[in-house]
T-cell receptor, first 114, second 112 residues
């Protein structure tokens, strides 16, 4: 079975720009979650998508938005980039019912905002 | 609220030493507990999990026991190897929620 794949692996953007990050979930997984991991910190929950709808959101502003597609792949969009948005963005897929199964994480996209 | 507190690192051990990484939690419901490992330049990999009190999760020589009375889930390994060098994250999810709460991570370096 294939794991979670994310693209691109690295990205450099200028403050104020917009960025789109992409994620293909593990085969058979119907739920996708996005996390932001700042340097030296644990991942922070951004939001989760299930059946193409947002199914929970962490403490992130509306300029963080997402999509899930019928094949369960997903995008994370960030508008009006700020320097503090520099981080590793992790996509994780799971079957509905995260508690028992845990996540499968991708390797992440390293975003640098300059 | 829900949160995880991990022992701060970095931790440096000699090969074959005993490892303990402390993790305590607070949770509003009945959490499941997890340990994830992150190798340099990679995403997080599930190491082990426990879904109810007194459960012991184990994998690759690592163990952790869900202790409800002390709200803890300490990670242990009897004999570490150089290949165990990584960052370890303790995490929880609650029955009514849809997100994980992670600790800040503990960096482990094992020297030959």
């Amino acid at each position: 079975e294939t794991g979670v794949t994310q693209s691109p692996t690295h990205l450099i953007k200028t403050r104020g720009q917009q960025v789109t990050l992409r994620c293909s979930s593990q085969s058979g997984h119907n739920t996708v979650s996005w996390y932001q991991q700042a340097l030296g910190q644990g991942p922070q929950f951004i939001f989760q998508y299930y059946r193409e709808e947002e199914n929970g959101r962490g403490n992130f502003p509306p300029r963080f938005s997402g999509l899930q597609f019928p094949n369960y792949s997903s995008e994370l969009n960030v508008n009006a980039l700020e320097l503090d948005d520099s981080a590793l963005y992790l996509c994780a897929s799971s079957l509905a019912g995260v508690q028992n199964y845990g996540y499968t994480f991708g390797s992440g996209t390293r975003l640098t905002v300059v | 609220g829900n949160s995880v507190t991990q022992m701060e690192g970095p931790v440096t051990l000699s090969e074959e030493a005993f490892l303990t990484i402390n993790c305590t939690y607070t949770a509003t419901g009945y959490p499941s507990l997890f340990w994830y490992v992150q190798y340099p330049g990679e995403g997080l990999q599930l190491l082990l999990k426990a879904t109810k009190a007194d459960d012991k999760g184990s994998n690759k020589g690592f163990e952790a026991t869900y202790r409800k009375e002390t709200t803890s889930f300490h990670l242990e390994k009897g004999s570490v190897q150089v290949s165990d060098s990584a960052v370890y994250f303790c995490a929880l999810s609650v029955s009514a929620g849809n997100q994980f709460y992670f600790g800040t991570g503990t960096s482990l370096t094992v020297i030959p």
